[in-house]
């Protein structure tokens, strides 16, 4: 073996590796990006599921009936006001 077929089987090798590497990264970032999808589209789903039951989210809001602010649906007193609601 002379000195550039060895030079050239060394080049080879490292670009064998620099591949891998590359090929490795471009996987994991792809399982990620799969990973998120799979778990929005959990979320979207459950939330379809508990509207077609008729169960509503705790943690949307309501106007106060006396100060019209927006306050979760679970408060029964308004936060700005103080007002008690019915």
Not at 34 to 43: L, Y
Not at 50 to 70: F, H, L
Request: net charge positive.
């Amino acid at each position: 073996m002379n000195m550039h077929e060895s030079v050239g089987t060394a080049v080879g090798t490292l670009f064998g590796a620099i591949s891998f590497v590359v090929g490795l990264a471009v996987m994991v970032f792809w399982m990620v990006v799969a990973w998120r999808a799979m778990r929005a589209h959990e979320r979207i789903a459950d939330a379809w599921e508990r509207s077609a039951k008729g169960e509503t989210d705790p943690n949307a809001v309501k106007p106060c009936a006396a100060c019209g602010k927006m306050m979760p649906k679970n408060y029964t007193k308004c936060l700005h006001c103080g007002h008690t609601q019915p």
